[in-house]
């Protein structure tokens, strides 16, 4: 039996996740959950998997059948990480945003298996939660399809035989529009996904395609692969989650449905597939394109591979200023180009070369921008 504490169950992996979870009793537990702020959602999950222990995004009251130990907020996220009881817990860090970076390294000094979808971690602290996965000897597997991918096409593989990675894009809701198409692009609009049905902000993040610079970063971090062996192109049909090409010119890739359930089910099962039959891929009339994915149609692709050469604190600027700016977006403050401008403008201040990578600054610096950023336009 897996022990899960579930960060982030409300959303859509956490959903997910749950659904695993409810068809194989046998197999998985839920310890601890944290829900967000649909209380009723939240009430219902509470009492469908019975965690010992649940984290409460805000201070509501909430009528349950049971006592569990509750937490709240920032810091009881941290007490929901570190919680132990049992012999084979993994931390499902299923949250959106900064707010999964400290979780994470909380999880791991409690000595959990880390089963990672919050992209932010590694984005903004890759190297300090390394360095920690290392200290505390734990293992960290992606749940991101395109990571998911990687790491099943690299399985009983050498590194020094890798040419490069080959990280795949969709294009998100707006790959067939041009630039001048992009002034004045509705919310709405961005919202919509063509292939996965995904929380708000990485739905934002693929359509300027800064999920794809994240990706990239998060693969580098995972994968130990330097970033000018990390590329990317552009596959509409989302069919190739992400292919792996050795030197011999062999290309290992993985397939599949646009399901997260499969890499979430593969996460939590590492490194074994789940034994049942799910979703089958249908090999007859299968269409898979491959194009390149310019950089100067989606210049976030290309400030994350900048920010990543500045390396130190930059990656971490990088996602603050993202993170500030598609909340900005999603609060109907700014158009959908102004992303990109926020986001250029402050990678390319010299201003955050001075400051040591420590998780303190990390942190630190993150949160001070993010909210100046928001302040700039009334927003908290
Ligand atoms: N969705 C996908 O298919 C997918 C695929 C690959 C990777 N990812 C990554 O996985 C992560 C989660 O994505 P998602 O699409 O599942 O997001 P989502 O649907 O927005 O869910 C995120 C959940 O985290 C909760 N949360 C956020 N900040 C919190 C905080 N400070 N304290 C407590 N709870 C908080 C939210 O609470 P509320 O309910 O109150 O908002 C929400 O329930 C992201 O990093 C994303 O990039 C997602």
Redesign the pocket.
């Known amino acids: 039996m897996r022990c899960l504490y579930l960060?982030?169950?409300?959303?859509?992996?956490?959903t997910?996740t749950l659904d695993i979870v409810r068809e194989n009793p046998s197999e998985f537990k839920v310890i601890g959950m944290?829900?967000?702020?649909?209380k009723e959602l939240a009430v219902r999950l509470i009492e469908e998997f019975h965690p010992e222990i649940v984290?409460f995004?805000e201070n509501y009251l909430y009528e349950l059948s049971y006592t569990p130990k509750i937490v709240v907020?920032?810091a009881g996220?941290l007490e929901l990480a570190s919680y132990s009881k049992y012999e084979d817990e993994v931390f499902v860090?299923?949250?959106?945003?900064m707010?999964?970076l400290m979780p994470t390294i909380s999880a791991i000094k409690a000595h959990k298996t880390i089963a990672l979808?919050?992209?932010?971690t590694l984005v903004a602290g890759g190297d300090i939660v390394k360095e920690y996965v290392k200290k505390y000897n734990v293992a960290l597997v992606p749940?991101?399809?395109e990571h998911s991918a990687i790491l099943q096409c690299l399985q009983g593989e050498s590194h020094k035989e890798i040419k490069r990675l080959i990280i795949t894009a969709s294009g998100g809701s707006f790959r067939n529009k041009t630039r001048d198409e992009l002034k004045g692009v509705t919310k709405e609009a961005a919202l919509k996904h063509p292939n996965?049905?995904?929380?708000?902000?990485?739905?934002i993040?693929s359509a300027t395609m800064m999920?794809k610079g994240?990706e990239v970063i998060e693969a580098h971090h995972l994968f130990d692969v330097p970033y000018e062996q990390i590329d990317t192109i552009l596959h509409p049909q989302s069919i190739v989650h992400s292919m792996v090409e050795y030197k011999d010119g062999t290309i290992k890739a993985e397939l599949g449905v646009s399901d997260?359930h499969t890499p979430i089910s593969y996460a939590l099962r590492y490194p074994h597939h789940n034994v049942q039959e799910s979703k089958q891929l249908d090999l007859f009339g299968l269409k898979l394109d491959f194009m390149e994915l310019s950089k100067d149609r989606f210049p976030c692709l290309g400030y994350a591979y900048y920010a990543a050469s500045r390396g130190g604190i930059y990656p971490a600027v990088l996602n603050a200023a993202n993170e500030a700016a598609v909340k900005l977006f999603l609060n109907d403050k700014i158009e959908f180009l102004e992303i990109e401008r926020i986001i250029e403008k402050e990678i390319k201040d010299d201003k955050y070369m001075e400051i040591p990578y420590t998780l303190e600054n990390v942190v630190s610096v993150s949160l001070s921008l993010m909210k100046e950023i928001l302040s700039r336009y009334g927003v908290d």
């Not at 944290?34 to 649909?38: A, L």
């Not at 860090?93 to 945003?97: C, S």
């Not at 979808?117 to 932010?120: S, V, Y």
């Open positions: 960060a982030g169950a409300c959303g859509s992996i956490g997910q944290s829900v967000g702020r649909n984290c995004r907020g920032d996220l860090n299923a949250l959106v945003g707010s999964g979808a919050n992209k932010e749940i991101d399809s996965w049905s995904m929380g708000a902000k990485i739905t993040d999920n994240f997260m």
